[in-house]
């Protein structure tokens, strides 16, 4: 284990079935002696813990004895991870390129101002005909949760995730920490990972109307947390003139629900906000904004276009 160079975490909660198939797909991985993988069961009641037990003895097993929720797992993960790189991974995605390691290796390497690697997501059932991009690495804003890999000397010169924001936002909030400690997010495209999400089949799912009130309360918060306070008014009537205008003024009375409840956790938190609070000062805003955005889905069909 003092050789490891690599951890990769995977937090998991009742999906037994969707782990076991990433665990197939990443094996190869897994037995690498430079490699270690720790996996939070979060309060699952299925056969997750003796799946693990008997198929994958040497994987660190932890386990919350109740569900305290992603982002408290991801944060109890990272916090025991004593390898130089972490590789985080949703327990429904695998990378599908090869050779990801010694990618990920290198460019941390040749790159020693960047504290994390946001990998190139393909979000689909199965994994896509084509894998080739033309796309390059570079600097961006953030990185999405799924699939991302953490110097972890930068992980430890900023707070942890917050656990109140519960699903969603952590990303960002870590990567405006970053940002404000003069970190860098890398997009590697070299590095193609599947995500197995039904992005279409979402909305007609029965956490809809929860899912849209941690998204928008997220934003919210993050609104508070570190924009110059002469801009957070007019985000936050854009933002809510567009939830009104995409959904609300369409019936989906859901939306409105989730809006009000959203809006109701904003106020609940006001004092957490002012707390935690990390502003960007007006110039850093502006630097921050020209960054490319955050690299969240990658289609192949748009990539085979330009070729």
């Known amino acids: 284990m ?36 720790i996996i939070c069961d979060d309060g699952s ?14 994987i660190r097993l932890i386990q919350n004895s109740v569900s305290k929720g992603l982002i408290y797992s991801r944060n109890r993960l990272l916090n025991l991870t004593t390898t130089e790189f972490a590789i985080s991974l949703d327990d429904d995605a695998h990378f599908a390129s090869e050779n990801p ?19 190139r997501i393909f979000w689909g059932l199965e994994e896509p005909i084509s894998k080739i991009s033309d ?22 010169t900023i707070p942890n995730y917050p656990e109140w924001f519960v699903f969603y936002g ?41 899912r849209l009130r941690q998204s928008l ?38 939306a409105l629900q989730s809006i009000l409840l959203a809006f109701s956790d904003l106020v609940w938190n006001i004092p957490r906000i002012i707390k935690y609070s990390n502003r ?7 630097e921050y904004q020209e960054l490319d955005e955050t690299k969240i889905y990658w289609r192949p069909e748009i990539n085979e276009n330009k070729q």
């Open 280 to 286: 960007l000062t007006q110039i850093e805003y502006q």
């Open 170 to 210: 952590e990303e960002e909030f870590a990567s405006y920490q970053l940002f404000k400690k003069n970190w860098e997010v890398h997009y590697l495209p070299e590095v193609l990972v599947n995500h197995r999400v039904d992005i279409k089949s979402r909305r007609k799912n029965s956490d809809y109307t929860i």
């Open 101 to 119: 390691l010694e990618c990920i290796r290198n460019y941390f390497e040749e790159n020693v101002n960047c504290s994390l690697i946001a990998l």
């Open 217 to 254: 309360r997220a934003g919210w918060y993050l609104f508070f947390l570190f924009y110059p306070i002469c801009v957070i008014p007019w985000k936050m009537v854009y933002s809510l003139w567009m939830q009104f205008k995409l959904k609300v003024f369409k019936g989906d009375l859901k």
């Open 135 to 156: 796309e390059r690495s570079h600097r961006v804003q953030g990185f999405v949760g799924c699939a991302h890999v953490w110097r972890m000397s930068a992980w430890h």
């Open 45 to 58: 009641t299925d056969e997750t813990a003796s799946f693990l037990q008997s198929e994958y003895p040497n």
């Open 2 to 37: 003092t050789d490891s160079k690599f951890s990769i975490l995977i937090t998991t909660k009742n999906r037994v079935t969707d782990l076991a198939f990433t665990l197939g797909k990443i094996k190869y991985l897994l037995d690498r002696k430079d490699v270690v993988c």
